[in-house]
């Protein structure tokens, strides 16, 4: 069964620091985009960043200079390194690729 499993989420003060993880229980995403969205408390999901198989990648302007999405093909394991987290950033962080989505994880950014 092909899944994506997401990991690395708590809570942190504002100003800090997370790193997400998502393996992917197939090779197969090794060859395909991948993507983190995000979901906070009624609001829609939106996405946050995509990187190719060739790490080219892609950010929404509410996390440049800030996110850095990256890629382990050999691990089948995707990461989001989120610095200066600010109070907006809270937030269900999926994993997403090939039509498949993680089951999330739960970001809280407050003091």
């Known amino acids: 069964q092909v899944q994506l499993v997401e990991s690395g989420g708590g809570l942190v003060q504002p100003g800090g620091s997370l790193r997400l993880s998502c393996a992917a229980s197939?090779?197969?995403?090794?060859?395909?985009?991948m993507a983190w969205y995000r979901q906070a408390p009624g609001k829609q999901r939106e996405l946050v960043a995509t990187i190719t198989s060739r790490g080219s990648t892609n950010y929404a302007d509410s996390v440049k200079g800030r996110f850095t999405i990256s890629r382990d093909n050999a691990k089948n394991t995707l990461y989001l390194q989120m610095n200066s987290l600010k109070s907006e950033d809270t937030a269900v962080y999926y994993c997403h690729s090939v039509g498949y989505w993680g089951q999330g994880t739960q970001v809280t950014v407050s003091s």
């Open positions: 197939d090779s197969i995403f090794s060859i395909a985009t």
